[in-house]
Nanobody
């Protein structure tokens, strides 16, 4: 599976961005999909993850109520809608796919990774 993340950019605090992760090479229908982020000087950490059907999702406490993960299996694409962005959301965001049955939240559980897209929240 090849993953291509896009949609990052510079946004003011309180603004919104929608990240997309387009998959190719294989359908992602049977993959858990996740978004991770890595800020300068910090380890990469999970932001959100979604089940095969999209019926279940997981969010890190820091983004609950502000971010929404979704997927369109017909388009082989996963999204991360980010609202009420804060400076501390600044990071490189990565999408990833896990060949697992249940939602995965650990980096080591994911098998495929995209290249990352930079999100900068600043006035």
């Amino acid at each position: 599976v090849q993953l291509q993340a896009s949609g990052g950019g510079l946004v003011q605090p309180g603004g919104s961005l929608r990240l997309s992760c387009a998959a190719s090479g294989r359908t992602i229908t049977n993959y858990i999909m996740g978004w991770f982020r890595q800020a300068p000087g910090k380890e990469r950490a999970v932001v959100a993850a979604i089940s095969w059907s999209g019926g279940r999702s997981y969010y890190a406490d820091s983004v609950k109520g502000r971010f929404t993960i979704s997927r369109d299996n017909a388009k082989n694409t996963v999204y991360l809608q980010m609202n009420s962005l804060k400076p501390e959301d600044t990071a490189v965001y990565y999408c990833a796919a896990a060949d697992r049955l249940r939602i995965a939240t650990m980096e080591a559980e994911y098998d495929y990774w995209g290249q990352g897209t930079q999100v900068t929240v600043s006035s």
